[in-house]
């Protein structure tokens, strides 16, 4: 069992940056592929990004290629979505979520990831 809880969202104008933190408790952090996803309103939640557990691969969505970055420290059982200049159309509730990483080293897809963190709201304005 893995417990999710990110952090780090605000409100912030376009061209500002900010970084997302999701610290998992439970067994074996070290054993989980990682990923960002976001859920802009009436729209359905979308892969961000995605980190194996030996930090050794990520993948992006192309709208964040360039600007995101998403880490981890397996020492502090915590993941992070570095994320820089921020547009408008990045507001939305950002999740993260943990896979067993037999499932594969990055992952992309919602069906893949087993464990959801609450969400933290991300609001760039104009």
């Known amino acids: 069992q893995v417990q999710l809880v990110e952090s780090g969202g605000g409100l912030v104008q376009a061209g500002d940056s900010l970084r997302l933190s999701c610290a998992a408790s439970g067994r074996a952090f070290n054993s989980y592929t990682m990923g960002w996803f976001r859920q802009a309103p009436g729209k359905e939640r979308e892969f961000v990004a995605t980190?194996?557990?030996?930090?050794?691969?990520?993948d992006y969505a192309d709208s964040g290629k360039g600007r995101f970055t998403i880490s981890r420290d397996n020492a502090k059982n915590t993941v992070y979505l570095q994320m820089n200049t921020l547009k408008p159309e990045d507001t939305a509730v950002y999740y993260c979520a943990a896979a067993p990483s037999w499932r594969g080293s990055t992952l992309k897809r919602e069906y893949e990831y087993i464990y959801w963190g609450q969400g933290t709201q991300v609001t760039v304005s104009s």
């Open positions: 980190i194996s557990w030996s930090r050794a691969s990520t």
